[in-house]
């Protein structure tokens, strides 16, 4: 493993770890201001001097109830996301070796380019806090340039690379924006179509994945989402290391309470 791809797997895991702590600390925060406004209503209560402030303070507190019941239903249930996806590779150098001596070539340096994909997932929401989900992946359009240093000439290869796994997602909130945090395991298969007369490389092994994000209720029953992970591949597949940011709509069959 190159130098190159040591630092950015590490920018990769300190990025992840940030994107872990904020929404944590923004809830802990939100906990404590929440406990500072309903001590400050107590000491408020204490202080009404008459009937007619207490009446008005019944009256205000009524019409905060009945704003926050507009979030009335359960979050367990069924649910059906469809997604799109942004992924720049983060072991490149290794994944320029491959394709290299896949297309049979001498001394090269490359490039590898980011790819858009698709994919989609069924999950079901246990708990308020906790859901688990089948997820299918593909980036279907992993560009390699490479040089070859000997003749001067360029090549392009293209890679392939499918995910299917099963997450855990823990939600840190409750109400319309849901902050999260997943990890998954599963299967992941690639194919390395090179440049040239060199044959197809077709490899597959274990992934793991590791990820924050946030889920947002339009209405009750749809919901946009955005997410950030790692996909640490291992075995045949282990040169296909990515960051991944997923945006997509989810639709959700949930019972009310």
Do not use: C
């Not at 008005?56 to 997604?83: C, N, P, R, V």
């Not at 299967?187 to 946030?214: I, N």
């Amino acid at each position: 493993m190159s130098q190159r791809t040591r630092m950015r797997r590490i920018a990769v895991w300190l990025a992840l770890a940030l994107a872990l702590w904020l929404p944590l600390a923004a809830a802990a925060a939100d906990s404590g201001d929440s406990d500072d406004d309903e001590q400050a209503d107590v000491h408020a209560d204490k202080g009404s001097a008459s009937k007619s402030d207490a009446k008005d303070a019944d009256e205000e507190e009524g019409g905060e109830a009945e704003k926050s019941s507009d979030w009335t239903i359960t979050h367990k249930g069924l649910y059906l996301i469809g997604q799109g996806s942004y992924s720049f590779m983060t072991a490149d150098s290794d994944l320029e070796d491959k394709a290299r001596d896949a297309s049979e070539l001498g001394s090269t340096n490359g490039h590898v380019e980011d790819s858009w994909g698709y994919g989609g997932r069924i999950g079901y929401r246990f708990l308020d806090w906790l859901a688990v989900e089948a997820q299918a992946k593909v980036l279907n359009s992993i560009k390699i340039k490479l040089h070859d240093q000997a003749n001067g000439t360029d090549s392009r290869s293209k890679a392939t690379f499918f995910t299917a796994m099963a997450n855990a997602k823990g939600y840190l909130m409750t109400e319309r924006f849901q902050p999260y945090v997943l990890g998954g395991a599963g299967y992941g298969y690639a194919v390395l179509d090179p440049s040239g007369e060199g044959s197809k490389d077709k490899s597959g092994g274990f992934v793991a994945q590791f990820g924050v994000g946030a889920d947002y209720y339009v209405t009750d029953n749809l919901g946009l989402m955005t997410e950030l992970s790692y996909v640490w591949p291992s075995g045949g597949v282990n040169d296909y290391d990515n960051v991944t940011i997923s945006f997509g709509a989810m639709l959700r069959f949930y019972g009310e309470k």
